[in-house]
């Protein structure tokens, strides 16, 4: 089981990135996939997750996000994305993306125990 978060970068106080994050070696459509974020000097935090495809693909966002980042998945490609929209200095982060699987499908949490499969991170940095 791997788990490859990409797309992070050094970006400005409003801009944009999508965060991709491949999986290999299990059937994506039975998991729930979650972001986390650990800023520098805290602890790591949920940022938002995504159930399983066999469920209606519940989504779920923390309140520092909401409205601003979008998770989705794409099970044929393997990935789950995290569009991060007016990004703030507060999210800079390393975002970590992990996989786990939920009793009920329809569900996700972004409980960090739930979660059994974990990825590296990658780094995003705001700032002017």
């Known amino acids: 089981v791997q788990l490859q978060a990409s797309g992070g970068g050094l970006v400005q106080p409003g801009d944009s990135l999508t965060l991709s994050c491949v999986t290999s070696?299990?059937?994506?459509?039975?998991?729930?996939i979650g972001w986390f974020r650990q800023a520098p000097g805290k602890e790591r935090e949920g940022v938002s997750c995504i159930s399983s495809s066999i469920g209606d693909a519940y989504t779920y966002y923390g309140d520092s996000v909401k409205g601003r980042f979008t998770i989705s998945r794409d099970n044929v490609k393997n990935t789950v994305y995290l569009q991060m929209l007016s990004l703030k200095a507060e999210d800079t982060a390393v975002y970590y993306c992990?996989?786990?699987?939920?009793?009920?499908?329809?569900?996700?949490?972004?409980?960090?125990?739930?979660?059994?499969?974990w990825g590296q991170g990658t780094l995003v940095t705001v700032s002017s």
């Open positions: 992990a996989a786990g699987v939920f009793y009920d499908y329809n569900w996700c949490s972004v409980v960090e125990n739930n979660y059994a499969h």
């Open positions: 070696g299990f059937i994506l459509d039975y998991y729930a």
